[in-house]
């Protein structure tokens, strides 16, 4: 679509439909007295409220012209372009959605019905003030966080956890400066003409293919391939520099955007300004500036998380989903969507090239390159000298391990080692906490949520039992809740924490830092103990799976993971594909480094002959793809086939299961597609938050109409009240 294409106009009483993002959906009205496009967003009037929509089209509806209302008020903002109304509407009709979910998510941004009139900023303006507390300390590094952004002043103090008043008495002392400040400023343009990197022979390869794609001006989707720093990043902003060059807008997507400030200044250094940032870190003048610049094409790039896919580009070339198998791209809540699949869609309606880069792509991603569907470029080696590191097995039933221990000799006295060197060491276990399960020795009872049927897991530092599906914590209780015996419980298995408590047993003289996302109050102190990591601050790092991100530790020489079987057990469709991702990626974070000695990375285990396992330790990623392939094939699983879960909840288990079982019973529209009801089950965690859970799952070959035969079939089926039902086309998780 192209941003020349001028949307229709309706006059003066004209009758038009207008998508609200209220329920009913579509409804008629009479445009306004200076007319209005299609693609402009209104306020409109719905009973005795005013309610935000889009001007969707010509009106349909036969309702008598005379008694339809009158648009209350055009927004001051670009029109959506037809194609990204037309974007919307296919989004909708593959997940299943209704599209007024879909116009909210494309209009997430605040006081949108608010005109661009000048606010109160606070803006830096002189130097540190003679008295520094650790409250105005904050308060200036929250201003550096967000690179000399403005704030409104009670935000800043939000955000720095301070009052209003420390915001006020930096504005006295004159080190900050509250101003009147115009609204929605455009983004200082980058500039494409500065140099970028001398590239390698492959990067320069990888590079002119892309520029080529670009500049041919259509639709096309590439996975580029290859190892954590073979310079997947370089190559792409290549890519960027060519769509800002053909005056297009190019969207970076970033799985944990919270930690992208070293990619942040990697643009600043390859374009010379800070691109457009879009996730939940950022502020409410900036969200809902970026959401305007977007729309009137003043924003050349943005980096942003999945949601960024929705917002009213004028014209997107460029998409590129950086950790394209990251399981974060997949929005569970609401709106099911994963949003490197959204990505594919948004870019061939807007003829748009798509880059998908992972060192470890998706199984669905390397089909698609492997028949065709996709191109696929990659990047062989690691840039410069660094090289892999050493993979090896620790063959956990021929090590001598004490009850309660979980390092291994072998492992332990490969720490050893690093530590004599001075080398860092990630022992990696992706399991928060202390232990998953607290039981009771007299009795035998395990201790579970209330709410759901999930066992409680004992976090020890913050001293309580938290459930991970609800987040519901209590005290760590001393008795047993159920038979009263003191002094019984015990804490079976191991969690980050406990790993923590052995390695300061074992190694008393070394510094310890546990990495896991339960342990940071906000992205602000995650962040800090990275730097702090790879500034060399710790000599053993003991982390969960949000070490296995992009993040870069010079002195990393070792990786250890301490249970390399956890994920190889469930029945999930992907364990097999996700262990092996989760463990390439956690080994590659040892000896990523030019000019070192490469790193080593052991993995223990009790299955050394396992498949996967295997796989990961030969580095052979072309015989496992192909082999997890073949299995697909063979059972029609995606992506040779197709699934969809259908998730029913209610606070009763009756009512669920009764409608469930009616749902099954009428599935002559699926079967008339050609596709199959699993089902109903209940779902693996049966209860949540006090709802029970049913699931149904649909397997279709791949070429059949699964939507809209789902569509036929619930369509004559009203749910009980207060009874959830959610549909999850191409369901990543099965719980
Ligand atoms: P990936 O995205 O594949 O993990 P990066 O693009 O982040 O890899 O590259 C890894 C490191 O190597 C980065 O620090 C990057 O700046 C550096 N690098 C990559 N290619 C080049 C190059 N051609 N010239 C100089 N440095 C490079
Ligand atoms: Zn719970």
């Known amino acids: 679509m192209r941003p020349d294409s001028l949307p229709a106009f309706f006059p003066d009483r004209a009758r038009i439909a207008v998508l609200t993002v209220e329920p009913v959906g579509v409804l008629d009205y009479l445009a306004p007295e200076d007319g209005v496009r299609q693609g402009q967003l209104v306020l409109v009037p719905l009973g005795p409220r005013r309610v935000l929509g889009l001007v969707w089209g010509e009106g349909v509806g036969d309702f008598d012209l005379a008694k339809l209302r009158p648009v209350a008020r055009v927004l001051d903002a670009e029109p959506f372009q037809p194609g990204f109304l037309d974007f919307l509407t296919r989004a909708a009709d593959y997940t299943l959605t209704a599209l007024p979910l879909m116009l909210r998510m494309a209009t997430r941004a605040p006081d949108l019905d608010q005109p661009p009139a000048a606010r109160r900023v606070i803006v830096p303006a002189g130097d540190p003030p003679p008295r520094m507390t650790e409250a105005r300390q904050r308060v200036m590094q929250v201003m550096a966080d967000h690179g000399g952004a403005s704030f409104a002043p009670s935000e800043l103090a939000q955000l720095a956890g301070v009052g209003t008043a420390v915001v006020k008495g930096l504005v006295s002392a004159g080190t900050l400066a509250e101003i009147l400040a115009p609204r ?24 002119d293919d892309l520029r080529q794609a670009i500049r041919g001006g259509g639709y096309g989707t590439t996975l580029l391939r290859g190892v954590t720093g073979s310079g997947k990043t370089e190559v792409y902003l290549e890519a960027v520099a060519e769509c800002l060059r053909a005056g297009r807008q190019a969207l970076v997507l970033l799985p944990e955007i919270a930690l992208s400030a070293e990619f942040l200044s990697r643009v600043e250094a390859r374009f010379g300004e800070r691109p457009g940032e879009w996730h939940s870190g950022v502020t409410r003048a900036e969200r809902r500036r970026l ?68 060192a470890t792509p998706s199984l669905e991603s390397w089909v698609n390159a492997a028949s065709g569907k996709y191109r696929r470029l990659d990047l062989r080696s690691r840039y410069g000298q660094a090289e892999l590191p050493d993979m090896a097995a620790i063959d956990l039933r021929a090590e001598d391990m004490p009850l309660g221990r979980w390092i291994s000799p072998a492992l332990a006295s490969a720490v050893d080692a690093r530590l004599e060197k001075g080398q ?8 928060r906490g202390f232990a998953p399960v607290t039981v009771c020795r007299a009795c035998g009872e395990q201790i579970a949520c209330h709410q759901c049927d999930a066992r409680m897991v004992e976090h020890r530092f913050q001293n309580r039992l ?77 982390g969960t799976q949000i070490v296995a991100k992009g993040h870069n530790f010079p002195r990393l020489s070792l990786v250890g993971v301490i249970d390399a079987d956890l994920g190889l057990q469930g029945a999930d469709l992907r364990a097999a594909e996700r262990s092996f991702q989760l463990m390439r990626q956690v080994a590659g974070r040892a000896g990523r480094h030019a000019g070192k000695a490469p790193g080593v990375a052991m993995l223990q285990t009790h299955q050394p002959d396992h498949p996967v396992i295997r796989a990961i330790l030969s580095g052979e990623d072309e015989a496992f793809w192909n082999a997890e392939a073949g299995a697909r094939q063979v059972t029609g699983m995606p992506p040779f086939g197709r ?30 597609a050609g596709a199959e009801l699993w089902g ?56």
């Open 680 to 735: 109903p089950a209940p779902a693996p965690i049966a209860r949540v938050r006090g709802r029970h859970r049913v699931r149904l799952l649909i397997h279709a070959p791949r070429q059949a109409a699964v939507q809209s035969a789902i569509a036929d079939w619930l369509a004559p089926h009203k749910p009980p009240t207060n009874l959830r039902l959610s549909v999850d086309i191409d369901p990543q998780s099965f719980l």
């Open 643 to 672: 699934l969809a879960g259908i998730i029913l909840s209610h606070p009763d288990l009756g009512v669920v299961s009764d409608f469930a079982r009616h749902l099954a019973a009428h599935a002559q529209p699926l079967r008339d």
């Open 184 to 207: 929605d400023l455009p983004y200082p343009r980058l500039d494409p003409s500065l140099p970028g990197k001398p590239l390698a022979a492959d990067q320069q390869a990888a590079a």
């Open 424 to 431: 860092q060491s990630l022992l990696f276990l992706n399991r």
């Open 466 to 542: 938290v459930c991970h599906q609800c987040g519901e914590t209590r005290p760590i209780p001393t008795a047993c809740p159920s038979c009263q015996v003191e002094g019984k419980l015990a804490a079976i298995g191991p969690g980050v924490e406990r790993i923590a408590e052995e390695v300061a047993a074992r190694f008393p003289n070394a510094k310890a830092t546990v990495l896991s996302s339960d342990l940071f109050h906000s992205a602000r102190a995650l962040k800090d103990t990275i730097a702090e990591i790879s500034d060399g601050d710790t000599d053993i790092i003991i």
């Open 291 to 358: 959401w305007h610049m977007a729309g009137r094409g003043e924003v050349g790039m943005v980096v942003g998380a999945r949601s960024a896919l929705f917002l009213p580009f004028r014209d997107l070339g460029l998409i590129v989903v950086d950790e394209e198998h990251d399981s974060s791209y997949k929005q569970e809540d609401v709106v099911y969507y994963n949003a490197r699949d959204m990505a594919v869609l948004r870019a061939s309606i807007s003829k748009a090239q798509v880059v998908l880069a992972s």
